[in-house]
């Protein structure tokens, strides 16, 4: 059964950090394109990060950009999440997700581009 797992979620002051991992099993998502996405109550799933399975192309929405670093580690098959200077806007659950899609990383911004998706782990961030 292929699952992917988050984790590293929880609750923080606004201005701290955390850093979210996304393990896989039942297969090795070595050469997938891996994506975060988030969804806030209330609010649609939006992207937030993307990295090529090499690593070398990497991707932000806006919102994130320069406070959030995705990034990925082969050897060991996670894709991690490190979230700085985190604002009350960022709270939400947090999804990491799993591509074949032979695409530029710039259009791995869609979901329907992702086939695997985790259950989410929640970021609380308090004024």
């Known amino acids: 059964q292929v699952q992917l797992v988050e984790s590293g979620g929880g609750l923080v002051q606004a201005g701290g950090s955390l850093r979210l991992s996304c393990a896989a099993s039942?297969?090795?998502?070595?050469?997938?394109?891996m994506g975060w996405f988030r969804q806030a109550p209330g609010k649609e799933r939006e992207f937030v990060a993307a990295?090529?399975?090499?690593?070398?192309?990497?991707y932000y929405a806006d919102s994130v950009k320069g406070r959030f670093t995705i990034s990925r580690d082969n050897a060991k098959n996670p894709v991690y999440l490190q979230m700085s200077s985190l604002k009350p806007e960022d709270t939400a659950v947090y999804y990491c997700a799993a591509s074949t899609a032979n695409l530029a990383i710039t259009a791995m911004t869609r979901r329907y581009n992702y086939t695997y998706w985790g259950q989410g782990t929640q970021v609380t961030v308090s004024a």
């Open positions: 039942g297969r090795t998502f070595s050469n997938y394109v």
């Open positions: 990295v090529s399975w090499s690593g070398g192309s990497i």
